[in-house]
């Protein structure tokens, strides 16, 4: 992660993803906007043209389901990227310690770290259904902020869930060491 990264991410309280990842993570919803995006083309085309689209009650209503299910989608889509924080006041080595304790226990992977962040990988498990998750642990004064969402690298289903199990096992072992 940059400075720049974590800076965005601590004060938005969102992750923050590059180019590519945005199109990964916000692509999926992109094929229910296509119809809408379609539609106004053709519609605004037809203003300076002779040709005439259909724009009965039955297109509307498709036009206007999807243009919800895109924007759902979407609204579903960018609140998996929100950090979950917890206040504490441990100091940062004991506060690593514990996220590396919990990384052995769980046989996760630490791939990447720096002077406030980690980033941990986990493997895909058929028994639990998870295709894996990236965890973004951001340390700042008296919190940290987590993010456990389903891998980039992966493709993934549309309603596949950031982890929620991956936060509240940090969360619970930050709480019993405070």
């Known amino acids: ?8 991410s601590l004060t938005s309280k969102y992750l923050k ?13 992109s094929i229910f906007l296509i119809v809408p995006i379609v539609f106004i083309f053709l519609k605004t085309r037809s203003l300076f043209t002779d040709e ?4 009965g009650n039955k297109i509307l209503i498709l036009v ?5 299910l895109g ?3 979407l609204i579903i889509q960018r609140r998996q990227l929100k950090f979950k924080s917890i206040r504490t006041r441990l ?7 514990i996220i590396k304790d919990v990384c052995d226990e769980k046989e996760w992977t630490i791939y990447d770290f720096g002077k406030n962040y980690l980033k941990i990988k986990t493997f895909s498990d058929l028994l639990t259904g998870s295709f894996g998750e990236d965890i973004t642990i951001i340390l700042d004064k008296n919190r940290v902020l987590i993010n456990s969402k389903c891998k980039l690298s992966k493709r993934n289903y549309l309603f596949s869930n950031p982890n929620g199990q991956n936060i509240s096992t940090f969360f619970e072992k930050i709480k019993t060491s405070s």
């Open 64 to 68: 206007g389901v999807f243009t919800i």
């Open 52 to 55: 005439k689209v259909n724009s």
């Open 17 to 29: 993803l590059n180019f590519l990842d945005k199109l990964n993570h916000y692509g999926k919803t």
């Open 1 to 8: 992660m940059t400075t720049e990264e974590i800076k965005y």
């Open 71 to 73: 924007i759902l989608f």
């Open 91 to 97: 100091p940062e080595k004991e506060l690593i310690d």
